[in-house]
């Protein structure tokens, strides 16, 4: 009997150890599937330019969908996407817009994903430019005729979120308004210069998953200062020509001589040997001294400029045409401000590009020009003192000069588009202009170029939509001669095959002038592991940045193998061990009470007498 409880052990410990190798055997042949990987909000890039190549990435880190097959609408001003994606009759939607505001740039993220009817979905495909789209500030305000019914409860709401994004969710808490169901979360994360506000919803009644991403960041140039700030002190000289001579003297010997002030000459007064520097007024001259062009007014700290006003300190100084900010910087007062110093020149009204010139105010500043080509994306920067636009050339190449793209910077300057304006920071002796994207055949004006060739990259033509496809065409040279820039838009039909990739044209059309060719260098990164719907991606970037149409693929079908996790695994061997446990104890005791129930056989220990009969 023992030998068959022996038998049986011996059966379930071998059972129990092949499972074991089995599973081993099973993870080393396939990688063992693990959950959707998930990121914090200060993982998501938020880097998004007018070519849009950023947005994918963008995507990736927001959706579990892949971004493979995205639609990507944008406006005119590079400052508004709307992209989206149809899978298995279910819309992803995505919102990114850029703004600048109060030295912040500023950066909305909506993303929605839901069960939308087809009418809804095709209206979203028939919009042609961001701006004719805003995505719902609230989840309460997406039209919910158009979504289909979905019960979500409070214990499901987590995962059905986890499979839709990769944000990783904080506490979830539950909220009803106008009669919907939500459950919600929201995170928050600040550092240096930036601040990021996330809000999550998973409505309980309709098909609808919502977040949306704030992200502010302070725009630090714009209060930049000098390492060492004078402290400018008047000292007073003996009567000489019936005049004494006030002039002043850096006490903290910083060898920076900005914001000097000028000397002062007053008649000599036995009763006045010294001049308090308390008393001398931190204005020099009136606005009317200002050489200009332009309507101006001056406010300090947002008030308007007080010529009595002993101001002191730093504070935020403000030249405004008409309301509109021209100039914006940080003036420390403990040296005057001497107004007839200052010319600052604007173009003229008969002028087709904007500009700005500003002299005497030697110190870090803002200049705000004007946008007269909506199409305009660059400005040239001079950071030296000139008296004519007439001296910046041509081609923005010379001493001093930078060409900034908007957005974008160069250098220590920086450049962003806001209300159809170009804000330009950075700048100490400063001059800039508008750069013309399109051509002009008035010789008067400066930025016309007639003896370079520029070099065009174009995107692929986008969808047929109402017989009419577009792209977006760009200089990548520094030549401004834009006669012949190929076309951006033109009519098409359903039938045809839209997919027309024109990579680069000369200014002449002429292919004997184009450029040497340019041999791609692609490098790319490892395949991602194969997602659920059975594909893998990656992320391919031309070294040499050629204009080339052979970039290697960045998307491949696999295998999809979900496997059992790490943690099935541990749990099926402690229950394994458990029960194996369970049986020892239990057959140790079988055997022991067996043993006591056994009686022992009698012994006779009579002797038997053989001579007794």
Partial sequence: MEKGWILIISGIITIVLSMYFIILQNESTNPIFLAPPEIGISEIPLSIDCSGNNIPATWDSIFQESSSGISIVNNQNCDNYLVYKEANSLLYLMQIIKTFENNKNITKITAIYGNFTQQYINTIKNITSSSDFQMPASPLLVPIQYLNQE???????????????????????????????????????????????????????????YIALNSIQQTITQIQLPICIPNWTAVNTSCINNNIITWFNDTKSCNNFSNLPLNITIPCNPLIIQIPTSNITKIIGNISDIVKNLNIDIYVDSNPLNLTENYSNLKKVEFKENNILRINLTYN???????????????????????????????????????????????????????????????????????????????????????????????????????????TTNNNIDNAETNCTSQWNCTA??????????????????????????????TCSTSQNT??????????????????ACTSNWNCSNWTTCSSNSTQTRICTDINKCISSTKPSENQACKYNPKISTTVIVVLIAISLVLLIGIFVIVYFIIKSRSSNTLPIPVNTTKINPYVR
């Avoid at 930078?402 to 920086?414: A, D, K, M, Q, V």
């Avoid at 401004?480 to 033109?490: D, F, L, M, R, W």
């Fill in 499 to 516: 997919n027309l990739n024109q990579t680069s044209l000369n200014s002449n059309n002429n292919p004997s002038s184009m450029p040497p």
């Fill in 461 to 490: 033509w986008g969808s047929c939509l109402n017989k009419m496809q577009t792209r977006t065409c760009s200089n990548i040279t520094s030549c401004y001669n834009q006669s012949q820039k190929p076309e951006e838009v033109k």
């Fill in 151 to 209: 019960n979500i409860t409070s214990s499901n709401a987590d995962s059905k979120f986890r499979q839709v994004f990769k944000i990783s969710p904080a506490q979830w808490s539950e909220n009803t308004a106008k009669n919907i169901i939500f459950y919600e979360f929201s995170q928050s994360q600040n550092n240096l210069n930036e601040s990021r506000n996330l809000s999550a919803k998973v409505s309980a009644n309709y098909s609808l998953e």
């Fill in 333 to 439: 007062f403990s040296s005057q401000l001497n107004l007839s110093n200052i010319k600052i020149e604007k173009q003229a009204q008969s002028s087709n590009f904007g500009y700005m010139i500003v002299n005497g105010l030697n110190i870090n500043k803002t200049l705000i020009i004007d946008r007269l080509n909506s199409s305009s994306t660059k400005v040239c920067a001079k950071n030296t003192e000139i008296t004519s636009i007439s001296e910046i050339s041509q081609n923005c190449d010379g001493a001093n000069e930078y060409i900034i793209n908007c957005p974008g910077s160069n250098s220590s300057l920086s450049c962003v588009i806001n209300n159809n304006q170009f804000v330009i920071s950075g700048l100490d002796r400063s001059a800039a202009k508008e750069i013309l994207p399109s051509p």
